[in-house]
């Protein structure tokens, strides 16, 4: 912009008559002379803009080759790839479905979600096909498992992730298969193994702040492909990562369990999840009770603590009862899990694997059972911590307290029960790896806490099996990238989450 002071100088007036201005100040004598009043010599500054569509160039200055520049602008805008849109068809259905059915301006689509844990940097795209169609090839380093090992540092969970869409071939070049005609979702993502909290507001915690996912708040998380985000990777990966690093989670708020969800149903393992985002808060307590030096106020303190323990076991137990009764009311399969057939990656001590009705069943249980292995650990050394702090109290022949809550069983928290819950968790994980789930990098936060179980009784047999396991997983994760990313599809990216 440039000031432009006028042409004619003087006071106002004779500017505006246009006449020669002694210009005497204050005012001008030939006005007052001639008996006209003397407007003085201040006056705005006019400023000419130059924008950018006409090159800066200002109205005294024309511009030049405008014509060729918005024939320039207009190629290169026709040069960009279109982006395709997709929603969900409704009704919506919940976001574990292995399927949705999409539309585009292509029509409808049925697509399987695959989920792979990998390093974002390293992704290569490769132009695939016409440009103008925005499809890429995509080339991922090489298999990078997700590390949930708790770090137990003052940095918060950061989860990125890409979301990319394949469509089948039309169905004259398709090739011959079952599920030739379904197109696929895929996430890959990266998260690290960091849990911090602050009990401070969202608008002054400045982990909030700097978090896109917080800071975007639940009610993004309604559509997809934002929702199937949320749900399927973000937040069980931010709830043990939590967990296994004992502090509490944001999304252990009500506006977390419920925003999302406004659109679409929520699921058995959705509820579940919602119940063990309390248990971070719950052990993050026990840590603060239990080094406390023998008293009367520790004992109380742990037995206010295990009471809410016991509160949120009772949810876990209505939880699994309503489950139980959904299964009954299907005449055709009324069991919720069974023992499976052989398999040959079968070791033991864990030979008779588990075998469930579907995928998002299958990880619910192995869920429900690592959040009791947690859970039952919690409460037992809450148990000892309240016979240590003595202050009357008295055991029976048996060794067990006498002046706990009557509902509380404290046989359900020794090492040999929690041993069959993790023996559980163990038989239910191979399951989980089979052909049917595209998400395999799930199950390493559970198979760390019954690790982590077995290494503190001492368990060699069983820290074998969970070695073994985990590079049965290796493997799975590694098939389902070749068998799903690297056939030379052509993908479309549709957002980039977190």
């Not at 106002?12 to 003397?38: Q, S, W």
């Not at 469509?167 to 911090?196: D, T």
């Not at 030979?351 to 069943?361: E, N, Q, R, W, Y």
Request: charged content about 20%; proline content about 6%.
């Amino acid at each position: 912009m440039v000031g432009v002071k006028g042409k004619y100088k003087g006071c106002n007036t004779c500017r505006n008559r246009r006449v020669k201005c002694d210009n005497t100040r204050p005012f001008c004598k030939k006005c007052i002379d001639h008996g006209r009043a003397c407007e003085g010599y201040e006056r705005e500054t006019v400023f000419i803009v130059g924008t950018v569509d006409d090159k800066g160039r200002c109205a005294l200055h024309p511009p030049r080759n405008l014509q060729r520049s918005k024939k320039a602008k207009t190629s290169a805008e026709s040069s960009e790839p279109a982006k395709v849109e997709f929603s969900a068809v409704q009704p919506l259905q919940p976001a574990w479905d292995e399927t949705i059915a999409l539309a585009s301006v292509g029509g409808l689509h049925q697509v399987r979600f695959v989920a792979l844990h990998t390093n974002l940097d390293s992704v290569r795209q490769q132009q695939a096909g016409n440009p103008e169609t925005g499809e890429v090839k995509l080339v991922l380093p090489t298999s990078q498992r997700v590390d949930v090992r708790p770090t137990f540092r003052k940095e918060d969970f950061k989860l990125n992730s890409q979301c990319f869409i394949h469509l089948p071939e039309s169905s004259s070049s398709q090739r011959a298969g079952k599920n030739s005609n379904e197109g696929l979702c895929l996430f890959i993502y990266e998260h690290n193994s960091s849990a911090a909290y602050s009990n401070k507001a969202p608008w002054k915690d400045p982990a909030a702040i700097i978090n896109p996912i917080r800071q975007l708040g639940p009610g993004y998380c309604q559509t997809f492909p934002a929702h199937h985000f949320f749900t399927r990777i973000y937040r069980p990966n931010a709830i043990f990562a939590s967990l296994l690093n004992r502090r509490p989670t944001h999304l252990a708020s009500s506006e977390w369990m419920l925003d999302p969800w406004k659109q679409h149903p929520k699921t058995s393992l959705d509820n579940l999840l919602d119940i063990i985002a309390l248990l971070p808060t719950l052990v993050a307590r026990a840590d603060q009770i239990t080094p406390l030096p023998p008293s009367m106020g520790r004992r109380l303190k742990a037995k206010d603590l295990l009471n809410n323990c016991a509160s949120i076991e009772k949810q876990l137990e209505n939880w699994y009862a309503g489950i139980e009764q959904a299964a009954a009311a299907n005449r055709d399969n009324p069991l919720l899990y069974w023992i499976g057939e052989p398999s040959l990656h079968a070791q033991i001590p864990f030979a008779d694997t588990f075998a469930f009705a579907s995928p998002a069943l299958g990880l619910a249980h192995i869920y429900y059972w690592s959040s009791l292995i947690t859970l039952h650990t919690c409460m037992h050394s809450l148990i000892e911590a309240i016979f240590e702090s003595g202050g009357g109290a008295t055991t029976n022949n048996y060794g067990f307290l006498t002046d706990l809550s009557p509902s509380l069983d404290p046989v359900k928290y020794n090492c040999r029960e929690i041993r069959k819950l993790a023996a559980n968790v163990c038989r239910g994980l191979d399951w989980a790896l089979g052909p049917g789930v595209g998400q395999p990098d799930l199950m390493a936060a559970p198979l760390w806490v019954v690790e982590n179980f077995y290494e503190g009784i001492h368990g060699e047999l069983e820290g074998f099996w969970c070695e073994g396991f985990r590079a049965r997983m290796v493997e799975r994760a590694k098939a389902v990238e070749e068998e799903m990313v690297g056939e030379g599809r052509g993908w479309v990216e549709v957002g980039r989450l977190g």
